[in-house]
């Protein structure tokens, strides 16, 4: 086998999930209905439909036969035997067809899970894309502005999104990353002021959900399939910059990439929506719009230029379906999976170069708490999943963003003499965590213009107050 141990893109996850060169791997209800009695998904709530009763599939069954005349003597023993045979049979087909039934509406985690996550909408069919002004007045009533701020004076600005009418609010998880003991004042579009309560927040994901107290006024947006978003459309991004308490400002531009693997705020590279939209300094947990008055997803960030240009990126609003209800239910994100390695991407050139013959991931550690673990050795390359051969690390990502803890996948691993050999391997659940904090941070009290964060090569410029 080839040496990629001491390549360039050698990831480093360790104890976190397959992350395409960094720590990790993972990468979405209707018009902000939202349900907070919705119980989570737990080893006691199964989602089995069959209402089981022991005590009626297991009923004694006692057979109808004629009562002989008491003559006295001893009555034959080929009765009772029969008798207790059919009733063994009857009891026996009972209980295979309530376990069948049982095993057959037995739902799977994924299928749970799929189950709690808000509802996105396709785009409407025959119907006209909205002017900007238009989707600007359908959209305005669901910005928010939102100050973070502190008892010491240290404070920041972002935007938000409604997510339920007159109550929770979306955002980003890094806007209250800088500010100790954060507190929270919401703006409206009608510029009336009320205060929020931090609910949960993800730093993977970048999302995080307040809960506005004594609200009028919030109207929730329809939340719009990102599946759907194609290279070119037509968008809009709608946030509060500058200023929280300000009307929102939008800004015009393309999807100049629908699906873009981006590290944003974590060692994680996350799928994005690319746009030339401006976002700008303060627009951070704005909303990306389609035409359609759709929100297709929560601005998160933006690259910038010496020559000025830049590009932003979106939440996508599936992720936002998947991962915001597990905020509001369970205080954090539990199904999320991982894999659990670190490892050198093995692309064709890479593989042409080194005189390999095989393109994938070179193993080069495996974590504790990965189902891989005693499984595979370092300098192992895993060349397919499910099946599917592996040319690029984002082929492992993609399948593993839309699988849940405890889901099995299927790879293919060659050790260092070229043995080949086909694993199951169940995945872990790679619990979220979250920027806040009530301990106090030695930061400077706003993060500047060119507070930066690295994506292969180049600078992540978070807007001003993120």
Same mark, same amino acid.
């Given at each position: ?46 989602? &089995? ?33 029969? #008798? ?70 240290? #404070? ?51 999302? #995080? ?7 009028? !006024? ?74 359609? !008055? ?71 550690? &495996? ?50 003499? !070229? ?48």
């Amino acid at each position: 086998m080839d040496n990629f141990e001491n390549q360039n893109n050698t990831s480093d996850i360790g104890n976190d999930d397959i992350n395409s060169g960094h720590d990790d791997l993972r990468e979405e209800t209707p018009n902000g209905d939202f349900n907070d009695s919705a119980a989570p998904y737990s080893p006691d709530n199964t989602g &089995v439909d069959i209402n089981y009763y022991p005590e009626k599939a297991f009923k004694r069954i006692e057979p109808d036969f004629e009562k002989e005349p008491d003559t006295g003597k001893t009555k034959s023993g080929g009765l009772r035997i029969f #008798a207790c045979f059919l009733a063994l049979i009857l009891i026996f087909t009972v209980s295979c067809t309530v376990c069948y039934n049982l095993g057959k509406n037995k739902k799977t985690d994924s299928e749970l899970y799929r189950k709690t996550e808000m509802k996105v909408y396709p785009k409407p069919a025959n119907t006209d894309e909205m002017s900007a002004q238009e989707v600007y007045d359908k959209i305005n009533d669901s910005i928010v502005g939102i100050i973070v701020y502190s008892e010491d004076g240290t #404070a920041s600005q972002a935007s938000g999104v409604v997510y339920t009418e007159n109550e929770y609010v979306l955002t980003n998880d890094h806007i209250y990353a800088s500010v100790p003991s954060p507190k929270f004042k919401v703006f409206t579009s009608t510029g009336e002021m009320y205060d929020a309560d931090y609910v949960a927040g993800d730093t993977i994901s970048d999302l #995080a959900l307040l809960k506005v107290k004594g609200a009028k !006024g919030l109207k929730a947006p329809q939340f719009g399939d990102s599946a759907q978003v194609q290279f070119g459309e037509n968008v809009v991004a709608v946030g509060r910059p500058g200023d929280a308490r300000s009307p929102s400002s939008i800004s015009t531009g393309i999807v100049s990439n629908p699906c873009r693997r981006a590290q944003i705020t974590s060692n994680y590279t996350v799928r994005m929506i690319q746009t030339d939209c401006d976002i700008f300094e303060g627009s951070s947990g704005g909303a990306l719009v389609n035409m359609y !008055g759709q929100v297709i997803g929560i601005t998160s960030s933006k690259i910038s230029s010496d020559a000025g240009t830049s590009i932003g990126f979106a939440i996508p609003a599936k992720t936002v379906a998947r991962i915001v209800p597990q905020l509001s239910s369970d205080g954090k994100v539990v199904n999320r999976a991982k894999l659990g390695i670190t490892y050198t991407e093995i692309t064709a050139l890479e593989a042409e170069l080194n005189n390999s013959k095989y393109t994938g991931l070179y193993i080069t550690a &495996v974590s504790e708490d990965s189902d891989l673990a005693g499984k595979v050795e370092k300098g192992s390359i895993i060349t397919h999943i499910n099946g599917n051969e592996i040319k690029r690390a984002e082929t492992v990502l993609d399948i593993i963003d839309d699988s849940y803890a405890n889901d099995v996948i299927k790879l293919t691993v060659v050790d260092e003499k !070229g043995n080949s050999n086909e694993l199951s391997v169940k995945l872990k659940a790679n619990i979220g965590e979250s920027s806040y904090s009530t301990e106090k941070k030695e930061v400077e009290s706003i993060p500047s213009d060119d507070s930066k964060n690295q994506e292969n090569g180049k600078e992540f410029n978070f807007p001003k107050g993120d």
